[in-house]
């Protein structure tokens, strides 16, 4: 296991220099090549390049943010880019640093400015308190792995609950270790990858204002807003909403489908594709029910939306979302690796402590 474990890292590091060597040509388009068809056509081999690299890797925790990070957002951003668009398009231009590390990673573009007006203590305090939250987040990460090994004693939904809590849980640490060393080192605003979703009052707040903002941050770019203006043009403004709201689910859920099939390489069944068109589905439905109820001065309460839409993603997740985890064994390779991951810093402990006693 420690052979496989070191072959895997091995392999992660050839990945991300190749796709950090690859941006320096990237790096120098704009200078030579005009934005358009003509650096869409000069970028596509990088872009292929993002798209087969994670197949090189087989473990679930290091190639999942990778199939996110380079085939998923570094794609969308360098299409963007080969237009003068989004993050990666700049004026004066990104330095070779900020522009590599703004297509590999979950960061903001603009360089953070704001000088916080409270004193030391208060932002030492603050710095504490979330360093605090995440090592709590971290434990119960931990504690959710121990549990899981019980699962055949577990109802179906606390099992549902489970894989809820993992993914939640895991996806906003991974997040948040990957965009850490940034702010010091580079400068650069931090994207708030998460805003507490369980906390969510209705389908567009879970999916626009709290969970994984990464994706309808770069989504919002490259495929609501370009399908909204065409729509705009062939149904009307009244109209336009619908088909950009649709095609960003469609478009999110093939792109998840994707990352499906480079962790299990198994054919797709479409199910996870068909659970975000749901929710883009329902989604259009409650904008206009919202609209109607605000224009009859009725507004359903939080307390009671907010349970029902946290509720409605977990069930349609565990019918369409969660089958195929279960069916490629996604989940228990996941924790499998954890354990893994648990006996060798258990062994690197063990040889550091002999290490200090001599």
């Known amino acids: 296991m420690t052979m496989n474990f070191d072959s895997e890292i091995h392999s992660f590091i050839k990945v991300w220099l190749t796709a950090t060597t690859s941006l320096i040509f990237c790096h120098q388009i704009p200078a030579r090549i005009p934005g358009g068809a003509a650096r869409l056509l000069s970028i596509l081999p990088i872009i292929y390049l993002f798209t087969i690299l994670p197949t090189h890797l087989s473990s679930i925790h290091l190639a999942t943010p990778t199939i996110f990070y380079l085939v998923w957002l570094g794609n969308f951003k360098l299409l963007l880019f080969s237009f003068d668009q989004g993050p ?16 590999l990673l979950p960061i903001k573009t603009e360089t953070s400015t704001k000088q916080n007006p409270s004193p030391t203590s208060y932002s030492n305090l603050e ?13 119960l990460l931990a504690a959710n792995v121990c549990i899981y090994k019980f699962r055949d004693f577990f109802h179906q939904y606390a099992i549902l609950a489970l894989y809820c809590f993992h993914l939640y849980l895991s996806v906003e640490i991974v997040l948040a270790i990957t965009a ?15 805003n507490e979703p369980y906390l969510a009052t209705s389908l567009q707040d ?31 403004n009244r109209w336009a909403l619908p088909p950009a709201i649709l095609a960003t689910f469609i478009v999110s859920g093939l792109m998840h489908e994707a990352m499906y099939y480079y962790l299990s390489r198994a054919s797709p069944t479409w199910e996870v594709t068909w659970f975000f068109v749901l929710q883009g589905f329902c989604l259009v439905v409650e904008v206009a029910a919202k609209k109607a109820a605000l224009a009859g001065g009725w507004r359903l309460h939080r307390m009671v939306s907010g349970p029902l839409t946290v509720v409605f ?18 989940d228990r390779r996941t924790f499998d690796e954890y354990h893994i991951l648990f006996g060798l810093i258990g062994e690197w402990g063990q040889r550091l402590i002999s290490t200090l006693k001599f």
Request: aromatic content about 12%; hydrophobic content about 50%; overall charge positive.
């Open 88 to 103: 990666l398009s700049a004026n004066p231009p990104l330095s070779l640093l900020h522009f590599i590390s703004i297509a």
């Open 127 to 139: 710095k504490w308190k979330k360093a605090a939250i995440f090592a709590v987040k971290c434990l």
């Open 180 to 194: 850490a060393p940034v702010r010091p080192i580079l400068g650069l605003e931090l994207e708030p990858q998460f």
């Open 206 to 236: 879970f999916w626009g204002r709290r969970w994984n903002l990464m994706v309808p941050g770069i989504m919002r770019p490259t495929v609501y807003h370009p399908v909204r203006r065409i729509s705009a043009r062939v149904l009307g």
């Open 313 to 330: 993603v977990a069930v349609t997740g565990r019918w369409l979302f969660f089958p195929q985890v279960i069916r490629n064994g996604l």
